[in-house]
Antibody
Framework: EVQLLESGGGLEQPGGSLRLSCAASGFTFSSYAMRWVRQAPGKGLEWVSAISGSGGVTYYADPVKGRFTISRDNSKNTLYLQMNSLRAEDTALYYC????????????WGQGTLVTVSA | QSALTQPASVSGSPGQSITISCTGTSSDVGGYNFVSWYQQHPGKAPKLMIYEVSNRPSGISNRFSGSKSGNTASLTISGLQAEDEADYYCSSYTRTSYVFGTGTKVTVL
């Protein structure tokens, strides 16, 4: 069974840092691109960042560019999101998701980890 | 990149059909056949329902169908059931990234 399990969320002050992790199981992790998607409380979905299967290609949404870094360790089947210079507007539930084989959809999602940025 | 436009809410009675629209531009929905749809029940993670405009993943009921005309994509749910009550989001490729729709709450009357 394909599973994604996020961790690392919590309460952080503005300007602080957090590192999210997403442990994958049930599939050949290195064969799939991955993405982080977030959802602010009571709001819609927002794409955050993406990474290729090898980790060599990364993409970022404009609101997080220069502050967040996506990475992966294929030997540990784990995806990461390093979040620096956090802002109140980064408060959200962060999901990791597997990119479909076709490359343009998300066919498996974790349950999310909550990040709250507040003084 | 602005979010794709969806109606805030759509409702229907059990057994009826409803359609949710997703309007973008020629730079996203209209420019590529890479529209996907996700269902999200309260407190749950999103679930892929349709990919590449009209394809259903394995295990998704054929009551769900997708289409596109110009800059607007649509998700149709036929034979509406109580379990279909949820939020629905469209998403499209935009050449350099991806964008989600504003979301539609489906209510089964």
């Amino acid at each position: 069974e394909v599973q994604l399990l996020e961790s690392g969320g919590g309460l952080e002050q503005p300007g602080g840092s957090l590192r999210l992790s997403c442990a994958a199981s049930g599939f050949t992790f290195s064969s799939y691109a991955m993405r982080w998607v977030r959802q602010a409380p009571g709001k819609g979905l927002e794409w955050v960042s993406a990474i290729s299967g090898s980790g060599g290609v990364t993409y970022y949404a404009d609101p997080v560019k220069g502050r967040f870094t996506i990475s992966r360790d294929n030997s540990k089947n784990t995806l990461y999101l390093q979040m620096n210079s956090l802002r109140a507007e980064d408060t959200a539930l962060y999901y990791c998701a597997r990119v479909c084989g076709s490359g343009h959809c998300l066919d498996c999602w974790g349950q999310g980890t909550l990040v709250t940025v507040s003084a | 990149q602005s979010a794709l436009t969806q109606p805030a809410s759509v409702s229907g009675s059990p057994g009826q059909s409803i359609t949710i629209s997703c309007t973008g531009t020629s730079s996203d929905v209209g420019g590529y056949n890479f529209v996907s749809w996700y269902q999200q029940h309260p407190g749950k993670a999103p679930k892929l329902m349709i990919y590449e405009v009209s394809n259903r993943p394995s295990g998704i009921s054929n009551r769900f169908s997708g289409s596109k005309s110009g800059n607007t994509a649509s998700l149709t749910i036929s034979g509406l059931q109580a379990e279909d009550e949820a939020d629905y989001y469209c998403s499209s490729y935009t050449r350099t990234s991806y964008v989600f729709g504003t979301g539609t709450k489906v209510t089964v009357l």
